[in-house]
């Protein structure tokens, strides 16, 4: 047993977040759908654009009292893009310093990610959705290591003419043409869904845009069609949850939203200050890294204790905080992140370049910001500069922990309780055999 695995272990034990006791097993036994929401940044919530709601209904879930919302949750991929956010979500560690984890390490990676342990701990079946081809990102092979029992993508739907953009069946079809192989699932099941249409560069047939919407004219093509695909994506999420409402799902559901990464490039910025009521000439390189925050949203009818948290977290905490939430300890295993509901967690959220962001500051390439007055902090005082240094140190150590053990598939070697590894061969996607 290598002394790397002695080492990650010790991080997670001296990390760990326990549970909070008005949250632990709220969710127990409940299904659980994952969304994930393409390219879809925090900005976009309660957004107007000439006087009217860019994403009404993902507004309505961001406010409810049946919601978790966090205002400061941050994407925290790397050259991975989504599928470090799949990655990160489904096992609390990183994606890899350059590339993807799906593509470089997937055919071979020992995971123990979400669907097997919720599989092997309470028992539920398990499902991803996605309108592109199943090989993209490695999906297919990475899927089947992570437990996944059930792959449907591209393959399995019509995406044939106008169904589709160049990213795979639009997000409306999606959903619904999901819906025969969703009612299939033995209950309770871990169902993630990946939408696709609000991928850059946002474009989307005339016949598929709301009339009744119109976007802004920033002098950007590509914030002017991210509004378009925001509302899109808001309304298929809206078609989606009528039916989870009609079929009676949504009553022992709950559901997780989130969006992955940023859409909007940072060469964008001077044409979507305005938007954001800001002037364009004072934009810092903060108000760039304040934009990397994105949407989570946990939703559940009946919720206790809901509302919006403004705690700082990412995606790394995804996993132990919906674990938690079914009343599953995350102890036993090895995971980076902290649940977002512990009363312990640390503040400090890590970015996959070393940057790192906490309520009170920024390290951005290096040079530190205070984040209460959108300044560099020129002349830190000795204690400052020791803060700095130690938040630096933990953020390091975070990311070289989890690079040790997935460039080394560390995992191979652990055996935690009652955990069986997965067997790909277990699987089999291919659209005949269902
Ligand atoms: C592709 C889709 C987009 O299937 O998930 O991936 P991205 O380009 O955002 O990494
Ligand atoms: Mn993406």
């Known amino acids: 047993k290598p002394t790397e695995l002695k080492t990650v272990k010790e991080y997670v034990d001296s990390h760990y977040a326990d549970m909070n006791a008005t949250y632990a ?24 654009v000439n006087g009217q709601e860019v994403t009404p209904f993902l507004n309505s879930l961001y406010h409810s009292s049946d919601s978790l919302s966090f205002a400061n949750f941050f994407h925290e991929v790397g050259q ?26 997937g055919n071979d990676q020992t995971f123990q990610a979400m669907p ?24 297919t092979r990475v899927y089947k290591n992570m437990g996944y029992q059930n792959w449907i993508s591209g393959e399995y739907f019509n995406t044939t003419g ?78 989606f949850f009528d039916y989870l409402k009609k079929s009676g799902l949504y009553n022992n559901t709950m559901v997780v939203l989130y969006g992955d990464h940023y859409g909007i490039n940072n060469t964008e910025n001077q044409e979507l200050a305005p938007l954001l009521g800001k002037d364009p000439s004072q934009w810092t390189d903060l108000d760039t890294e304040n934009l990397q925050r994105t949407p989570l949203i946990i939703h559940m009818p009946g919720l206790k204790g809901g509302g919006v948290k403004t705690t700082y977290g990412g995606e790394i905490d995804v996993a132990p905080t919906i674990e938690h939430l079914l009343g599953i300890s995350t102890k036993r295993y090895i995971q980076l992140g902290q649940d977002l509901l512990s009363t312990n967690r640390s503040q400090l959220v890590v970015m996959r370049n070393k940057d790192w962001i906490t309520p009170e500051y920024a390290s951005i390439s290096g040079t530190i910001w205070d984040c209460r007055t959108n300044t560099i902090v020129s002349s830190p005082t000795v204690e400052q500069q020791k803060l700095f240094k130690k938040l630096q140190a933990d953020a390091n150590e975070k990311l070289a922990v989890s690079d040790s053990l997935n460039q080394k598939n560390l995992l191979r070697f652990y055996h935690p309780l009652d955990f069986k590894n997965v067997d790909a061969a277990n699987f089999d996607y291919s659209k005949s055999s269902t």
Not at 28 to 38: A, D, F, M, Q, S
Not at 82 to 104: C, H, V
Not at 200 to 206: M, V
């Open 25 to 48: 097993g709220q969710a127990k036994g409940k299904n659980v759908i994952v969304i994930h929401l393409e390219s879809f940044q925090q900005f976009s919530i309660d957004r107007k």
């Open 162 to 239: 106008k169904r589709s953009t160049a990213w795979g069946l639009k997000d409306k079809l999606l959903f619904k043409d999901s819906v025969p192989y969703l009612e299939q699932l033995q209950q309770p099941f871990y169902a993630k869904y990946l939408t696709v249409t609000n991928h850059t560069p946002f474009e989307l047939d005339k016949e598929d845009q709301d009339p009744n919407f119109q976007t802004s004219n920033s002098g950007s093509k590509y914030i002017d069609n991210y509004f378009i695909t925001n509302h899109y994506l808001d309304q298929s999420i809206r078609e």
């Open 116 to 139: 097997a342990i919720l599989n092997q701990r309470a028992g539920y079946s398990s499902a991803v959705f996605h309108g592109n081809n199943g090989s993209f990102w490695n999906r």
């Open 80 to 105: 991975g893009k989504t599928s470090d956010a799949e990655n990160m979500l489904e096992t609390s560690t990183f994606g890899l310093p350059q590339g993807s984890l799906f593509a470089k390490l």
